[in-house]
């Protein structure tokens, strides 16, 4: 066989083989395990070293790596989000992993990237902004709240605070603010004991109430 060397063959078992011994101490590799052993069981079987890299490259090998490695990185942040309670994010990166999982080829994985990371600006953007407005309402609130009807300042309070819930609203369709207080990526970033959360949805209800005619 022309590219058949013995030694050259052993090494790159080996080679393969601690590849594939390495990987397995990640444990989110799952994927690239998978296609590591393959891979190893394929050079195990084929000793000419020419056949063994058209094996790799063209018999799919090759690819298969990437997309798994792909996926298992996809996977890997969902697991990220879903452990600090970003249910969006983590729902976006596991639709990510699984929209990799199916690509036929290198374009195509390339397409997605692209196309989910675009998304996951905007994603990134709406929770940041989300997280603004929250703040900015609260602040509000307790200047409205604490501040004599028909003054500048809660004139000016409650312009602000209709304005934040009114994007608020647009933002996070179905979801009232003392709703987002209930949500874990919310909630953790507030440094409010949970009393402190109830008294705040109170006086937030009354301002609704009093100066906002319960819209929001």
Not at 10 to 39: F, G, H, M, Q, S
Not at 155 to 183: H, I, M, V
Request: net charge negative; proline share 3%.
């Amino acid at each position: 066989m022309a590219g058949f060397d013995e030694q050259a063959h052993a090494d790159a078992i080996e080679y393969y083989r601690l590849t594939l011994e390495a990987r397995k101490k990640d444990p989110n590799a799952v994927e690239a395990v998978k296609v590591d052993a393959e891979t190893l069981e394929m050079v195990k079987k084929t000793p000419d070293l020419l056949e063994m890299n058209k094996q790799f490259m063209e018999g799919g090998l090759s690819f298969r790596l990437t997309r798994a490695m792909a996926v298992d990185g996809a996977r890997y942040q969902a697991k990220v989000y879903e452990g600090i309670k970003v249910k969006v994010l983590a729902d976006h990166w596991a639709k990510r992993a699984d929209a990799i999982s199916n690509a036929s080829d290198y374009n195509e994985i390339d397409s997605i990237i692209t196309q989910w990371g675009d998304e996951e600006s905007k994603l990134l953007e709406r929770v940041s902004r989300t997280k603004t407005l929250v703040d900015e309402i609260v602040e509000s609130t307790f200047y409205v709240s604490a501040a004599k009807p028909g003054s500048k300042l809660s004139e000016s309070s409650q312009t602000k605070l209709e304005a934040c819930l009114k994007e608020l609203a647009e933002r996070n369709p179905g979801n009232l603010f003392p709703d987002l207080l209930r949500l874990p990526w919310i909630r953790n970033r507030l440094t409010f004991t949970d009393a402190q959360v109830k008294r705040l949805v109170e006086i937030f209800d009354d301002v609704n109430t009093d100066c906002l005619g319960g819209r929001y």
